[in-house]
C-alpha cells in the first residue's frame, strides 16, 4: 500500500516540477500569482494534478530543455492558465 503512495506522491513532485518550469519557461511567476491573489492554492493544486494526466512528459521536458523563452507548448493541458496568468 505504501508504495502505491509513494508512486503517487513521486508523479506529482515530478509534475509540480514541470508546471513550476513551464511557467518560469512561459514568463509567468508563480509565486507572485499567488501572491496577488491571482492564483490560489487550491487552483495550483488542481493545476499539478491536470498535469499529472499529460501524456507529453518527454516532450515537455524537450520542451524546457530546447524549446523558445516566452512559450507555453501547445499540447501543455494548463496553457489556458498560463496565458491567462502572463496576460
Not at 518560469?24 to 491536470?50: F, H, I, P, T
Not at 516532450?59 to 498560463?82: A, I, T, Y
Amino acid at each position: 500500500m505504501f508504495k502505491k503512495i509513494e508512486a503517487m506522491l513521486n508523479k506529482a513532485d515530478l509534475h509540480f516540477d514541470l508546471l513550476t518550469a513551464v511557467a518560469e519557461k512561459g514568463g509567468v511567476d508563480l509565486n507572485r500569482q499567488l501572491q496577488v491573489g491571482e492564483l490560489s492554492a487550491s487552483g495550483l493544486r488542481s493545476a499539478v494534478m491536470l498535469c499529472t494526466h499529460c501524456t507529453h512528459v518527454g516532450e515537455c521536458q524537450s520542451h524546457l530543455r530546447d524549446g523558445p523563452q516566452g512559450e507555453v507548448p501547445g499540447f501543455c493541458l494548463n496553457k489556458h492558465m498560463f496565458e491567462h496568468l502572463k496576460a
